[in-house]
């Protein structure tokens, strides 16, 4: 699909920008402020004609900054340059002004760019591609569900210097800059490293270095504690959207990528990249061996697959942004593009293009460690979980199951057993129960009765196989039954502690 030229607003970094931000949080342009003035489900607001419509009237039936604020620099809509003012005053006016991120004409306010609160930053990015024109191969995105997944699976260390590679609006730099001491941010778009300057600004961030330049050419020879990045991971057969087409051979960037980042981390430093990987026929019981393939010798890592999608659905979703929409001509390109995606994942033998992350960390000597899963995205902060589940690969070792042994289990603050009760002739007894993390990421674990029970046992004082030994005792096994379910039972506790759903007791 050919893209329509780049979007000429780029803003500026320029004095009275940190006084402008703040202004606009205490006009009350947050990001709860704005979810609940919408009346949307979340962050990711839809813009569909008829959800322009509801935000229309919802605006108009209780008027205000905020009103104002959303219609202008969320929404797309012009208002008039007074209204502007008396929302966040004029000196705040002013300085957007000649950043250039707000344009006056005969009294009226229009927005050059999109500017979102997210949390307790203000995020600015490209707005919505206009019906008709598309979005332009320079494209800067705005937080989107990879960005913050990004940040979620992000290890957060106080004092840590930090890399952000590709930045695009500068979201993960700015959300590192709260605990690192310093954070270089990496783009080789001009117009993305001018948008992440301008983000810094009017938050008051002023520990982040901006540096020109393709992936790691930029910090040759210099080591972080933290490497995060959301490349253009997208395998396509284009090669002219920056922040989506990945470009080569599917797969090689992130390869190249997650191969070359233990260079540039510091001993113990972590690193997480979001990837994406074709999957060929064959190998849906070891998806993750391509991402395996990637790593270097003193990586330790985690390799995470959290969706996978047809050729189809990949072609269509992700040629969307880029269509025109209009028809009969959008339509058309649009079509042609989805066929001709679809045609080089077949010419490829691709049955389906998988999504998720790897994260890795740094350890000198020490071998390589890999771990793979299938997981969803999670809730809160993925930092713990992270940890306990590089940690918990140096204590269980080469043999977890003879390690998990003789060790009792802890529990994790964060851990639930969530079990269900089934009727029957004597009246309730015990169902399948599900061990899952309320903050970390989705790796749940499905428990039938008697294994839920050796794990209440082995997180209550007993070891796991005195835990297996009292629950086959009470069920009356034979020596044979009974010893078959201490193996289940280590192999099971070494697998939650394994995940990070448990932890060990001391030796």
């Known amino acids: 699909m050919s893209a329509s030229t780049a979007p000429e607003a780029v803003p500026l970094t ?35 004609a008829t959800d322009l419509v509801r935000y229309e009237h919802r605006l108009a039936a209780v008027p205000g900054p905020v009103a104002t604020l959303a219609a202008v620099l969320c929404l797309g809509w012009t208002r008039p340059a007074d209204e502007m003012a008396a929302a966040i005053g004029a000196h705040a006016l002013e300085a957007l002004i000649s950043a250039e991120a707000l344009v006056e004409e005969t009294g009226a306010i229009r927005a050059a760019v999109r500017l979102l609160p997210h949390g307790e930053i203000l995020v600015a990015s490209d707005r919505r591609p206009e019906s008709g024109r598309g979005a332009g191969p320079l494209h800067v995105t705005g937080i989107n569900a990879p960005a913050s997944l990004l940040a979620f699976l992000s ?100 390869g190249q990528l997650v191969h070359d980042a233990t260079g540039h981390l510091t001993p113990g430093g972590f690193a997480t990249f979001l990837v994406s990987w074709p999957l060929y026929a064959g190998l849906d019981e070891q998806w993750w061996t391509l991402p395996a393939s990637w790593l270097g010798p003193d990586a330790a890592a985690w390799v995470l697959m959290m969706g996978r999608d047809d050729p189809l659905t990949h072609a269509a979703q992700w040629n969307i942004p880029h269509a025109k929409g209009q028809w009969p001509d959008g339509v058309r390109e649009y079509r042609d593009a989805v066929q001709n995606w679809v045609r080089y994942l077949a010419d490829r033998h691709i049955e389906a293009v998988a999504y998720g992350a790897v994260i890795q960390q740094r350890r000198d000597g020490a071998g390589r460690m890999l771990r793979a899963d299938t997981a969803g995205s999670g809730a809160g902060s993925a930092d713990g979980h992270i940890r306990r589940v590089f940690a918990a690969s140096d204590v269980l070792g080469a043999d977890p199951e003879s390690t998990v042994a003789s060790r009792r289990c802890t529990i994790p603050a964060d851990a639930r057993i969530d079990g269900t009760l089934v009727p029957g002739e ?5 169902g399948a129960a599900q061990l899952r993390l309320v903050e970390g990421i989705a790796i749940p674990a499905d428990l039938d009765p008697v294994m839920t029970e050796i794990v209440l046992a082995a997180t209550g004082g007993l070891t796991v196989d005195a835990a297996a030994a009292a629950v086959a005792e009470r069920l009356g096994l034979d020596p044979v039954a009974a010893e078959h379910l201490r193996g289940s039972a280590r192999h099971m506790m070494a697998e939650l502690v394994g995940r990070g759903l448990l932890g060990l007791d001391g030796p």
């Open 14 to 48: 320029v004095p009275g920008l940190r006084e402008a931000g703040a202004a606009l949080f205490a006009a009350g342009y947050t990001a709860a402020g704005l979810v609940q003035f919408l009346g949307v489900a979340g962050t990711d607001i839809p813009y569909s």
């Open 155 to 254: 290890v957060r260390e106080p004092g840590a210097r930090v890399l952000d590679l590709g930045t695009g609006n500068g979201i993960q730099a700015l959300l590192a800059a709260s605990h690192a001491s310093s954070v270089v941010a990496t783009d080789v778009n001009p117009r993305a490293l001018a948008f992440a300057g301008f983000n810094a600004a009017i938050n008051g961030i002023g520990n982040i270095e901006f540096r020109q330049g393709s992936w790691f050419e930029p910090v040759a020879g210099e080591r972080f504690d933290l490497v995060v990045s959301n490349p253009p991971y997208v395998i396509s057969p284009e090669n002219n959207v920056v922040y989506r087409d990945s470009g080569g051979e599917p797969g090689a960037l992130c």
């Open 426 to 430: 004597a009246g309730w007894t015990q």
